[in-house]
């Protein structure tokens, strides 16, 4: 759980996602969110995101549209 400043192969994007093709190993973890405030070196506690993989060629599957409450809200 330490920052380490890393160099990230990343080929293309998909939607809002980026593809990593390298730089990484099994099981390393990337920080998205706050990067201004850390530096290499810090502990931190990683939070758990669920990331969207997709196996090489296929597409990845679009986000679901929220659903509207109010329409299965029960009239009383």
Known sequence: NKVELRTL????TQGAD?????GLN???KVI?????KVRPGSVVT???????VVAEGAPASA?????????SAKAQ
Request: charged content about 10%.
């Open 26 to 28: 099994p099981g390393e």
């Open 9 to 12: 192969v990343a080929s293309r």
């Open 32 to 36: 998205v969110a706050g990067v201004q």
């Open 46 to 52: 990683p939070v758990e995101q669920p990331a969207a």
């Open 63 to 71: 986000p679901q549209a929220p659903s509207n409450p109010a329409s």
């Open 18 to 22: 980026w593809i990593v093709d390298g």
